[in-house]
């Protein structure tokens, strides 16, 4: 697997492609998508986080695709099976590029009300409806969907405000991957104490000034 482009976050990158990978970029809007063979990602402008170019959501992929980097085309179809979930989704960004990047995985993308349906059109609008499943968090932290959905995933990537560490530990199967960033360093440490509470920390990677915390579901 490729490693990550590293670019600065500025506005013109909001107008431009944004290159996650080489061969794998983000369009907002009208922009032009490249005419080099990449793939593109096309995302909705709107006040939904995550478009790939801030490096906060930049690290979070830096990561994944670190912790996945062992996958390639002859190996591909040991994720076969395998369940990952994007919680918080926002635009649905982390979803579609690991949907992407590894279409063996099934991936589901959880969204706060308001990015709901923001992310629903943006995976509509990359044909990955009948590919991601999206549902909203109110829904999906009801003990019905939580109970249904109780160690059932193997990977759990997530910006979300509060990690709800407890919720992250109980969907995840055991010995399963928490990956968690978006939060400056002051607000990540109280975080990270409150994820080694249900998962062991394997890693703290501060990945462009964002640090990013891999850690592994302590078996129950």
Known sequence: MSEPNIVDWSIHELYAPIQIVPGLVVCLGDVEPPDDGSAVIFLERGESFGTGAHPATRAVLMELFGFLGWVNETNSHLLEGKRLIDYNCGTGLLALVAKAAFPQMEVIAVAE????????????????????????????????????????????????????????????????????????????????????????????????????????????
């Open 113 to 220: 009300k308001n990015d709901h349906m923001i992310a629903v059109r943006n995976l509509e609008l990359n044909g990955g409806t009948g590919e991601i499943l999206v549902r909203s968090m109110k829904s999906f932290r009801g003990p019905r969907q939580v109970n249904k959905n109780k160690g059932t995933f193997d990977y759990i990537i997530t910006q979300a405000a509060d990690p709800a560490a407890g919720l992250m530990s109980a969907l995840l199967k055991e010995e399963g991957t928490l990956i968690f960033g978006g939060h400056n360093a002051q607000v990540h440490q109280v975080h990270k104490n409150r994820i080694g509470e249900f998962f062991n920390v394997i890693n703290v990677d501060d990945l462009l000034g964002w640090p990013v915390i891999r850690a592994e579901k302590i078996p129950q």
